[in-house]
């Protein structure tokens, strides 16, 4: 059974960090782009950050360019947010997703998590 569990989330006061991981299991991912999406209340959900198979690419939706880092660790099959200088605005769920492409669009994923709650105060 393969699995996505996001964990890191929390409560975090504006212009503080915090580290999302997501450790996958039940298959390889070989050729798998993973990323995040997020969902605030009453907003559709939205592309956070991808990273490719190898690590050596990857890309951020403009709200978080600068402040937010995806990273993979391949051994692990597990996958980071580092997220800094949190504002309020970053406040949702966030998912760990994953497709099988050689490029960076997650566009259909093949795999979701559960998601984990950020909350920024400000």
């Known amino acids: 059974q393969v699995q996505l569990v996001e964990s890191g989330g929390g409560l975090v006061q504006a212009g503080g960090s915090l580290r999302l991981s997501c450790a996958a299991s039940?298959?390889?991912?070989?050729?798998?782009?993973m990323g995040w999406f997020r969902q605030a209340p009453g907003k559709e959900r939205e592309f956070v950050a991808a990273?490719?198979?190898?690590?050596?690419?990857?890309n951020y939706a403009d709200s978080v360019k600068g402040r937010f880092t995806i990273s993979r660790d391949n051994a692990k099959i597990t996958i980071y947010l580092q997220m800094n200088s949190l504002k309020a605005e970053d406040t949702a769920v966030y998912y760990c997703?994953?497709?099988?492409?050689?490029?960076?669009?997650?566009?259909?994923?093949?795999?979701w998590g559960q998601g984990t709650q950020v909350t920024v105060s400000s």
């Open positions: 997703a994953a497709q099988r492409t050689f490029t960076l669009r997650i566009t259909t994923p093949d795999y």
């Open positions: 039940g298959r390889t991912f070989s050729n798998y782009a």
């Open positions: 990273i490719n198979w190898s690590g050596g690419n990857t």
